[in-house]
């Protein structure tokens, strides 16, 4: 299951990996926690068409259990494949699955809601709105880290594209990422690949998940690379800083 939305998204939002519904139905997202996912983007004025929804593995691990490091890697050429072509301004790794794509060893409660620049890209970690479906005192964290996701929208302007579709651009633009210098005055924090070696966090509580595997990788056909690539303004404020770290956090998300 490749995933849902518009191929020049500005905005791509990662989960965790389909389960039995997504992958019968080929759409990312289709269950409860799909619901919560759809009002949230609506909250914010976005919608599943307006935005590219995909996932870190492409099949279902097998009774909905965490997907494993080995299968991450399996799917890994085609989330690349996927970031490349659609060349969002902004990626929302949606839990710790997809933020550990960037951050292997870092808490999602440390990073939710806080901006973070990674080679070039901006990042905008969120709790996995399923959490909010086994912790209920999540819910308001997950409704609030979504405005704040509104706001640096606002902030960044209108440059990122929420109109449904946009016609191909007249020349093709070479995808664009996010520059640093752009979003400086955003609270964000810039990485590069060497931050992804830190030692890991013990911060989150383990909360199992029912097993599986990923089966073999799907072939999936990345979107056409038509992304129209204009700059970000320079943001003009600084967002506010989210809470403190939640120290009640769940391993799969
Ligand atoms: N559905 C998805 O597509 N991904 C998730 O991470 C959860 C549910």
């Not at 919560?36 to 492409?58: D, H, Q, W, Y």
């Not at 308001?140 to 996701?149: A, C, G, N, Q």
């Not at 013990?202 to 056409?224: F, G, L, M, N």
Request: include cysteine; hydrophobic fraction near 40%; charge should be negative.
């Amino acid at each position: 299951m490749p995933g849902q939305g518009s191929p020049h998204a500005d905005i791509m939002f990662i989960g965790e990996g389909p389960g039995l519904n997504e992958d019968k139905q080929g759409i990312p997202f289709v269950g409860a926690a799909g619901t919560f996912l759809n009002t949230l983007l609506a909250s914010i004025g976005l919608s599943r068409e307006t935005v590219f929804i995909t996932n870190m593995v492409k099949c279902r691990p097998p009774n909905n259990r965490d997907p494993q490091p080995d299968e991450t890697a399996a799917c890994a050429h085609y989330l690349d494949a996927q970031i490349a072509a659609i060349a969002p301004k902004i990626i929302v790794p949606l839990g710790r699955h997809a933020l550990a794509r960037w951050f292997p060893n870092e808490p999602i409660g440390k990073l939710r809601a806080h901006p973070q620049i990674f080679d070039g890209i901006m990042l905008f970690p969120l709790y996995h709105p399923g959490a909010a479906l086994h912790n209920g005192g999540l819910r308001s964290t997950i409704e609030e880290d979504f405005l704040k996701l509104g706001a640096l929208l606002a902030e960044l302007g209108t440059s990122v594209n929420m109109a449904p579709e946009v016609p191909a651009p007249p020349e093709p633009a070479t995808p664009e990422a996010v520059s640093p210098a752009e979003v400086a005055a955003v609270d964000t924090v810039v990485h590069t690949n060497e931050d992804a070696t830190e030692e890991e966090s013990k911060e989150e509580t383990e909360v199992a998940a029912a097993p599986e595997t990923v089966a073999a990788a799907p072939v999936e056909s990345p979107p056409e690379p038509t992304h129209d690539a204009d700059p970000l303004p320079a943001p003009t404020a600084t967002l506010a800083e989210s809470d403190e770290p939640s120290t009640q956090q769940l391993s799969m998300f």
